[in-house]
């Protein structure tokens, strides 16, 4: 029940209509008997400027979630950026504590979360990095702490920008190129590009899926189609195959965690956006 204690949490993004996280926060919410609700805002770039200042003037407000095209803009306009958060320079999280904004990013570890709920610690394999935007840019930070890591990218200039970045962050020598490279010697592969995502779901995929194997962990960030054109090629050679819908729960359970300070059920999450996808 909504009453004067209610907290506000939510997204904002420009447009956020389409976005599956309020019916994912909502349903972990009502299970765990917080009083909260979580909304989504349609944030114009123009606007962006007078958002954290109205959050902190609303008392209501704990915390929000930030997306395209928000997530590098709003860093200037918060109190605190965690190290994570800085490194990758783009914030998804925003938590109002004490009238202060403090940033936050929750994909990458999101990502991993998602990968080691499915095959274990992932530590010292060769991964491939396919795509250089902004969600290859907090999957690469991520994963590079302990892996060694390739990034391939249409645009290899943008793959090369990533790769330095994330050379000279974490003083680790990362590898670039483009998307013809030999796709053999990688235990890892993550596809992060738009590319076979509704309504293009059959979209060729960017890489050459014959030279995929059974060895292979393939993960797609894509969770509309569940199972995209390169995931299924991926299942028919024999790989394991890893949609997006992990990482949207595990990256929206750590804001909530962020937020709350309580772990939300990721099941709960996770059964809610199978039954309406
Ligand atoms: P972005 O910053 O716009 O980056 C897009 C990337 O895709 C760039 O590397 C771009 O290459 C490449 N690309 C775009 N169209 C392509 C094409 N036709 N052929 C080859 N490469 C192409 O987007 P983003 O924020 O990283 O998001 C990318 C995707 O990640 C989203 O569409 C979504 O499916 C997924 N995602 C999932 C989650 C989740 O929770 N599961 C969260 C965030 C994102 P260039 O550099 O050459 O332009």
């Known amino acids: 029940m909504i009453d004067s204690k209610t907290k506000l949490l939510g997204l904002i993004g420009h447009p956020v209509e389409h976005s599956l996280s309020p019916i994912m926060h909502n349903e972990a919410l009502r299970h765990r008997n917080l009083n909260y609700v979580y909304l989504a805002f349609d944030v114009h770039p123009n606007n962006l400027k007078y958002v954290v200042n109205g959050a902190k003037a609303l008392e209501t407000f704990s915390g929000f979630n930030v997306t395209v095209p928000h997530k590098v803009e709003i860093i200037k306009y918060l109190d605190e950026i965690d190290r994570e958060a800085q490194l990758i320079g783009a914030v998804n999280t925003v938590k109002i504590k004490d009238n202060k904004a403090i940033g936050y990013n929750t994909d990458g570890l999101g990502v991993r979360m998602s990968l080691e709920e499915e095959i274990g610690k992932v530590k010292g394999k060769n991964i491939l ?14 994963l590079a702490k302990d892996n060694t890591i390739t990034i391939i990218n249409r645009t290899v200039e943008n793959a090369k920008t990533l790769a330095k970045d994330i050379s000279n962050k ?63 090629e991926s299942r028919k050679r024999g790989a394991k195959t890893i949609n997006g819908l992990g990482m949207l729960v595990y990256q929206g359970a750590i804001a909530f965690e962020i937020w709350t300070g309580i772990k939300p059920d990721v099941k709960v999450m996770k059964r809610k956006i199978e039954n309406i996808i």
């Open 129 to 142: 990095i396919i795509g250089a935007g902004g969600a290859a840019r907090a999957v690469s930070f991520e």
């Open 170 to 232: 974490l003083n680790k020598n990362i590898g670039y190129g483009g998307l013809n490279i030999d796709i053999e010697d990688y235990n890892i592969l993550i596809h992060t590009t738009p590319v076979g995502m509704y309504p293009n779901i059959n979209a060729k995929p960017i890489i050459d899926v014959d030279k995929i194997n059974k060895d292979m962990i393939v993960m797609d960030l894509i969770y509309n189609p569940m199972e995209t054109v390169l995931l299924k």
